[in-house]
């Protein structure tokens, strides 16, 4: 017994061999019109219609496939170009906010100071310890930088030079646990020693009892330390606590400076 697709196969060969038959007799009598010519057109038309359809879905197949590879290719370089531009957005952007930070620096050294000298600094390290406060500079004792050298920034005090070698420092921050400013509250002259908490925070410490300090004061150095000039701001009062007893008071301070964020600082070199 024949297979289905055998059948199949054997009468669509069937059916072009009998078209093409009738196309053979219809170019013999291609200038008549006689019953037989009807025929062969009745039978041939419905076979070169069929042809004629695949012929054209083929085309339309081919010339979609190549519109979308055309369409692909061309969003692949849109894709590359908008990658591109992002990244020279992106460049563009952190220069013009570099240009503000070093404006800033720029404005600060040409302010009236005690202090005339001052070197500009990129930190390029920082210390991964939760123990200890400490940041790389891209500069030292080639560029005039030595252990104790005030560093500052814009907002306020960074911290100090702690150790130099030829073109690189470490600065200690004044939240490291070891740092200690002389400092006094700008409004009312109160005087106290402000001490780094290994946080985001330092604690005014020594402030007698009876002082007059509020939340928002802003305390500055002294200049009694022979380290930061007199006036440098340090930060503002945070959070007041009174004990019931004792002579001092608890004082929180929140630095002016935002050590997450600091890029640039100055180093008073006089």
């Known amino acids: 017994m024949f297979s289905k697709r055998f059948l199949t196969t054997f009468c669509l060969v069937l059916f072009a061999a009998l078209n093409i038959i009738l196309l053979s007799i219809s170019a013999k009598h291609r200038h008549e019109n006689s019953t037989c010519d009807r025929v062969v057109m009745a039978g041939i038309a419905p076979f070169q219609e069929g042809v004629t359809q695949a012929i054209r879905f083929c085309e339309r197949v081919w010339r979609h496939y190549f519109s979308l590879v055309a369409a692909r290719q061309e969003s692949d370089h849109l894709k590359e ?3 591109k531009l992002g990244l020279e957005k992106s460049q563009h952007l952190e220069s013009e906010i570099a240009c503000q930070r070093f404006r800033k620096l720029l404005l600060l050294d040409t302010e009236p100071r005690l202090y005339q000298r001052l070197l500009a600094a990129q930190i390029v390290g920082l210390d991964p310890s939760i123990w200890f406060r400490t940041v790389i500079i891209n500069k030292g ?6 252990k104790g050298m005030p560093v500052i920034a814009p907002e306020g005090i960074v911290g100090q030079i702690m ?3 030829y073109g690189y420092s470490k600065v200690l921050l004044i ?3 070891s740092s200690a400013i002389d400092a006094l509250v700008q409004r009312t002259r109160t005087r106290g020693i402000v001490e780094g908490e290994a946080k985001a925070y330092c604690h005014f410490k020594y402030v007698v009892r009876k002082a007059e300090i509020s939340e ?3 305390v500055v150095s002294s200049g009694l330390d022979g380290v930061f000039p007199k006036g440098l701001r340090v930060g503002s009062v945070m959070e007041i606590t009174k004990g019931p007893s004792g002579i001092f008071q608890e004082v929180d ?3 002016f400076v935002d050590f997450e964020r600091l890029e640039e600082v ?4 006089e």
């Open 81 to 83: 170009t908008l990658a």
């Open 141 to 146: 004792i080639h560029d005039g930088v030595s």
């Open 163 to 165: 150790a130099a070698s």
């Open 175 to 177: 939240t490291d646990r």
């Open 216 to 218: 928002g004061d802003t």
């Open 253 to 255: 301070i929140e630095p």
């Open 266 to 269: 100055l180093v008073i070199l």
